[in-house]
């Protein structure tokens, strides 16, 4: 008798399933795949957007004055010397912090 109750109920609908599913994916991509695109494409405008003169501080927290650009680094001038680094590593214009 108990195997007939488990059959049926195995049986049932699958349709909270799936919406249990398309809730799950809407989660995910508001909660994490949409913040992170919004940051990647902040991110490259701001590699883009560089120019001589800019002072800048990269993801590892050097500050220092854009120099020189290449198509994929940018030399900037540090306390006594300079320092290469690609585009993808500065993190912040220093003057666009002092606005916001």
Do not use: C, N, W
């Not at 030399?75 to 585009?87: I, K, N, P």
């Amino acid at each position: 008798m108990e195997s007939v109750v488990l059959a049926q109920e195995a049986t049932g609908s699958a349709l909270p399933s799936i919406i249990f599913l398309a809730l799950m994916v809407g989660v995910f991509y508001f909660l994490i795949i949409r913040p992170q695109r919004k940051r990647t494409r902040q991110q490259e405008e701001l590699a883009q957007s560089l120019e001589l003169g800019h002072e800048v501080r990269t993801v590892g927290g050097i500050h220092g004055k854009v120099v020189r650009l290449d198509e994929d680094s940018v030399v900037l001038r540090v306390e006594e010397g300079q320092v290469r680094v690609s585009r993808r590593a500065i993190g912040a214009r220093l003057g666009d912090e002092e606005r916001a």
